[in-house]
C-alpha cells in the first residue's frame, strides 16, 4: 500500500475521526463473538482472545473522546471558525491597521498557526496579524482527503475571504509552510504585498537530494500516532496534556490550548501524513506543477528570502554520508537550493539569519524574525501611501 495512494488517504480519512474508534472496536468485538459461536477448542480460544482486545478498544476509545472533551471545553477556539466549504477553518484576527498590509503566519511542518502565536503577540502591537489553523491542525475540522500544497493555498485564501479580510497580505512561512506562502501567492497575486520566507523547503532537495528517510519516518510516526490516539493511548503526545492521573491540566493561553488540542485529535497526525506524502519524488512529480513554484512565477512581487549563512543544525545528516567528497557536494548543494526561491521574483533579496542558527531560527531568535517582518510591511505601506499633495498645487 503505497502511502501517497488512493488506499492510504482513505485510511487517512476514517481514522482522522475521533468517533470512529468505536465502530472499529465493536465490529473486531462481533468478529471475535462469531469465533466463540465455532465449534473446535482453537476457535473459542481465539475468539475470547478477540473479545477481550475488542473491550479493550471500547474502552480506550471511550478515554479518547472523554479526553478531548475534556480539552476542548477547556480550550475554546480563541478565534472564528468560518466555512471553506463543508468544513471549518480557525482563523484568529488580532490587531489593527488602516494604512499597513495585514500579516498571516505559517508556520512549517503541518503545525497549527499558533506555532506562531510569539511572533504573532509582537507583530499585532504594531499591526493586523493573522494565525490560520491548516484543515486537521488546531482548531481547524479535518477536510478532505488527499491533502496537498495546492488545496491549502486554496483553503487559506478562502478562510481568510470568509473571515472578512480582503487583503493586502504579507504571508509569512517557514519552511513547508514557506513553500505554501509561495504556492498561494502564486495562485492569488492580488491578494499579495510581499513574501517572506522563512527557509523554506526548495522542492528541488525533495526531488535530487539523497534519500531522506526521516520524512518516511515522519509519515509512518504520524499514522501510527492517530492510530494510537483513537483507542486511547495519548502518552508522551504534547507538553503538560497529561496530568498525574491522566487529568487534562488547564491551560491559560493559546499555544498551550492548541499543543493540547493536537495532542489529542487523530485528525493532526492523519493530515500531516498525508500531506507529506508530497515530500517524495514519486510525491512531488505527481503534483509538482500545482505546487512549486517556478522562476519568475512571482513577477516582481517583494519577496524576502531568509535563510541561515550556513547549514548550522544539519551536521547529522552531513555525518552519516561518510565520504568527505559526497558530504562536501551534499553541502553544497544544500546551500545552492536554499537560493532557488530568489528566482521566482525580480524584486527578491536575501536576508541572512544571525550568526549560529540554523532551520528552526523562526524559535530561536524571534525577535529578529518579527523585526524582518515588520521593516518589510512598513517598506509596503510607505510604497504604497499617496504622495502628499504640494501646497497651492
Same mark, same amino acid.
Given at each position: ?13 476514517? *481514522? ?5 474508534? #468505536? ?5 473486531? %468485538?462481533?468478529? &471475535? ?33 472523554v479526553c478531548l472533551a475534556q480539552v476542548r471545553a477547556k480550550c475554546p477556539p480563541p478565534g472564528r471558525l468560518v466555512d471553506v %466549504? ?5 482563523? #484568529? ?15 512549517? &511542518? ?15 502591537? =504594531? ?26 493555498a486554496v483553503e487559506l485564501f478562502t478562510a481568510l475571504e470568509r473571515a472578512g479580510l480582503d487583503g493586502p497580505f504579507v504571508l ?18 492580488? #491578494?499579495?504585498?510581499? #513574501? ?7 522542492? +528541488? ?47 491559560? =493561553?493559546?499555544?498551550?490550548?492548541? =499543543? ?6 487523530? %485528525?493532526? +497526525? ?17 503534483? %509538482? ?90 517598506? *509596503? ?11 497651492? &498645487?
Amino acid at each position: 500500500m503505497r502511502q501517497d495512494g488512493r488506499a492510504m488517504n482513505g485510511l487517512l480519512a476514517v *481514522i482522522s475521526r475521533d468517533w470512529v474508534g #468505536l465502530p472499529i472496536a465493536l465490529l473486531v %468485538g462481533g468478529a &471475535g463473538a462469531w469465533s466463540l459461536g465455532l465449534s473446535g477448542t482453537w476457535a473459542r480460544v481465539i475468539g475470547g482472545i478477540v473479545v477481550a482486545v475488542a473491550v479493550l478498544m471500547v474502552l480506550g476509545s471511550v478515554r479518547h473522546l472523554v479526553c478531548l472533551a475534556q480539552v476542548r471545553a477547556k480550550c475554546p477556539p480563541p478565534g472564528r471558525l468560518v466555512d471553506v %466549504g463543508g468544513y471549518r477553518m480557525h482563523v #484568529l484576527v488580532e490587531g489593527e491597521s488602516a494604512t499597513k498590509p495585514t500579516v498571516v503566519w505559517l508556520p512549517g &511542518g503541518h503545525a497549527s498557526g499558533h506555532e506562531f502565536h510569539r511572533l504573532h503577540a509582537v507583530l499585532r502591537e =504594531t499591526t493586523r496579524s493573522v494565525l490560520v489553523d491548516r484543515p486537521g491542525s488546531g482548531w481547524s475540522d479535518v477536510g478532505p482527503f488527499p491533502r496537498t500544497t495546492a488545496t491549502e493555498a486554496v483553503e487559506l485564501f478562502t478562510a481568510l475571504e470568509r473571515a472578512g479580510l480582503d487583503g493586502p497580505f504579507v504571508l509569512v512561512g517557514h519552511s513547508f509552510g514557506g513553500l505554501l506562502a509561495a504556492n498561494a501567492a502564486r495562485r492569488r497575486p492580488e #491578494l499579495v504585498a510581499g #513574501l517572506v520566507l522563512l527557509d523554506p523547503t526548495p522542492p +528541488d532537495v525533495i526531488v535530487y537530494a539523497m534519500p531522506n528517510r526521516s520524512l518516511t519516518r515522519s509519515r509512518a510516526t504520524h499514522l501510527r500516532a492517530a492510530l494510537c490516539h483513537l483507542f486511547g493511548i495519548h502518552r508522551g503526545r504534547g507538553r503538560g496534556t497529561d496530568g498525574p492521573q491522566g487529568a487534562v491540566e488547564p491551560a491559560r =493561553t493559546p499555544p498551550a490550548c492548541t =499543543t493540547q488540542i493536537d495532542a489529542f485529535k487523530t %485528525g493532526s +497526525d492523519c493530515a500531516a501524513a498525508s500531506i507529506y506524502s508530497e515530500l517524495s519524488p514519486i510525491g512531488m512529480a505527481r503534483r %509538482g506543477w500545482q505546487t512549486v513554484v517556478y522562476d519568475g512565477d512571482l513577477a516582481d512581487l517583494r519577496l524576502l528570502l531568509v535563510t541561515p549563512r550556513d547549514l548550522t543544525g544539519g551536521d547529522e545528516i552531513l555525518d552519516a554520508v561518510g565520504d568527505p567528497v559526497q558530504a562536501e557536494r551534499l553541502r553544497r548543494f544544500y546551500l545552492n537550493t536554499r537560493s532557488r526561491f530568489l528566482a521566482t521574483s525580480t524584486r527578491a533579496r536575501r536576508v541572512y539569519t544571525p550568526e549560529g542558527t540554523g532551520h528552526n531560527f523562526p524559535h530561536e531568535v524571534p525577535e529578529f524574525v518579527t523585526e524582518v517582518v515588520r521593516n518589510l510591511v512598513d517598506e *509596503i505601506a510607505e510604497e504604497r501611501r499617496p504622495p502628499s499633495s504640494e501646497p497651492g &498645487g
